[in-house]
C-alpha cells in the first residue's frame, strides 16, 4: 500500500504471524515482551490499542499510553479501547471475570478503567481527549451492513464491545 507504513506488535507470536498472512509485504510486524512501541520519537500519525489496555495492570496500561504519546507526531492520534465496569453493557464482564476465576479458570486478566482515569492517564503523557464512546453506543460507521448469525443485522453504525477514547497530540 503506497504511502502506508504500518507496524504492528504483539506478545503473541501466533497473532503476529495471522496478521503478516493477511498484510502486504510490506507491512512490519514485531514480537515485544516489554511495554515500549518499537517505534522513534514522533514519527506516528496513529497509534491503536484494541482490547490492549483490558488485559494490563493499570500502571502498565499508563507506560503504554505513555509510549504511545512518544511515537504520535504533533497531532496524532491514539484510539484506545477501555472496559468500564459501571457501563451496564460491559458489567458482565465482571460477573464473569469473577466466576471464572472462582472455578479456577481465569486464563487472563480482565482490567476495568473508567472515563474519568483515561481522561487523566491521557492528560498526564500530553495528550487530549477529544471523545469518548462509550460500550453500548453504536458510534462506527458501516460503509456496508453487517449480517450476524442470530440474524440480527446492523446497517447504518455499529458498537465495539468496548468503550473507545479518541486522543490527540
Partial sequence: MEGIRYIGSDVVPEY?????????????????????????????????????????????????????????????LAIVSFLEVLNPTLEWHLDDTVTNYEQGGLGHLNAFIEEPVMRLWAKKVGLKTLEVFHAGTNFVPLTSPIHFDDGQVFTDRVDVGQSVAVLQR
Avoid at 30 to 51: C, K, M, N, Q, R
Avoid at 61 to 72: D, G, K, P, T
Wanted: glycine letters at 6%; charged letters at 20%; zero cysteines.
Fill in 16 to 76: 503476529l504471524e495471522y496478521a503478516k498472512s493477511l498484510t502486504p509485504p510490506e507491512f512490519e510486524f514485531h514480537l515485544v515482551e516489554g511495554l515500549s512501541i518499537p517505534a522513534p520519537d514522533g514519527v506516528a500519525d496513529f497509534v491503536t490499542f484494541f482490547s490492549v489496555m483490558t488485559h494490563l495492570h493499570h500502571h502498565e496500561s499508563f507506560i503504554y499510553l505513555r509510549e504511545a504519546a512518544r511515537v504520535l507526531k504533533p497531532g496524532g
